[in-house]
């Protein structure tokens, strides 16, 4: 990459929010190549994993919200709406690749798809929307601040975002890194909370969740850990435990001992 990075491995500042639109559009570029084999690879036996992450975190404070329309940002299916979906007249699926455009509705609720537009605008009206998911999402995004506050426009006046994304670096993206895109990085979470202020966001909820260790010890229990009710409230004690390690870039072992993502629920003021 031939750049210093030295105060983005700090989380001192978002790498690519700050990108001219040729590196935005390599990025774009990049990601869509690198995504497509996996997307191809998982179609038949893809099964979404952060039900009862959602439920805890989400979910459940959304009683009183009226729900006609909602958005999924970033993913080619929409199961992760499964809870809700019944609630929902329209599900729209803003989605690069073309892995799940044969998924017509959840559990009964229609499907749209939408392509997404390379500078990050939203394809849609002022307004359009009750509801927003961003899960893991923003990792693949240059430009985070552009991106939320079309997030922000997009919803209706007392409309809801919820928002899910990695707090750690995830390594070192000048390197080669198994497993991950190019330039796939998490959001520091001091950056990630100012963002969202200065969008416009009123932040009715910040919960630190994904404890380091909570997947490996309940896959070797052979359990799906944010898809059973136990687990995820055993992350949530360790995620607050821990909550003073929020270093961004994490290399030694006790660095590494905490939570790694940050589960928001954001309203636009009505």
């Not at 099964?47 to 940002?73: D, I, K, P, T």
């Not at 809700?84 to 749209?112: F, K, N, S, W």
């Not at 821990?242 to 001992?257: A, G, M, T």
Request: proline letters at 6%.
């Amino acid at each position: 990459m031939g750049q210093d990075l030295s105060a983005y491995l700090a989380g001192e500042k978002l790498y690519g929010d700050d990108f001219s639109p040729e590196q935005i559009t390599d990025w774009f570029q990049h990601e869509t190549l690198a995504q497509a084999p996996a997307e191809q690879s998982h179609r038949n036996t893809y099964r979404y994993l952060y039900h009862q992450l959602n439920q805890r975190y989400g979910f459940r404070h959304l009683s009183h919200h009226a729900m006609r329309n909602a958005l999924v940002l970033g993913t080619p299916y929409g199961d992760q709406l499964l809870p809700i979906a019944r609630q929902l007249e329209q599900i729209t699926i803003l989605y690069a690749g073309d892995v799940g455009t044969d998924m017509v509705h959840v559990d009964g609720t229609p499907c749209r798809y939408v392509k997404p537009l390379i500078n990050g605008d939203l394809p849609f009206t002022d307004g359009e929307f009750d509801l927003i998911t961003s899960f893991g999402v923003m990792p693949h995004v240059p430009n985070v601040s552009h991106v939320l506050g079309e997030c922000f426009r997009s919803l209706r006046p007392g409309g809801i975002l919820l928002l899910r994304e990695p707090i750690v670096s995830m390594g070192d993206w000048s390197k080669p890194r198994p497993g991950l895109t190019k330039y796939e990085r998490g959001i520091p979470r001091q950056i990630l909370r100012g963002i969202l202020r200065d969008v416009g966001f009123e932040i009715k909820q910040e919960s630190l969740c994904m404890f380091s260790v909570t997947s490996p010890i309940a896959r070797k229990l052979g359990l799906e850990p944010y898809n059973h009710r136990l687990v995820t409230f055993a992350d949530a004690m360790l995620s607050s435990l821990f909550s003073w390690n929020d270093k961004y870039h994490r290399i030694k072992k006790r660095e590494k001992l905490g939570p790694t993502a940050v589960y928001y629920r954001l309203q636009k003021a009505a």
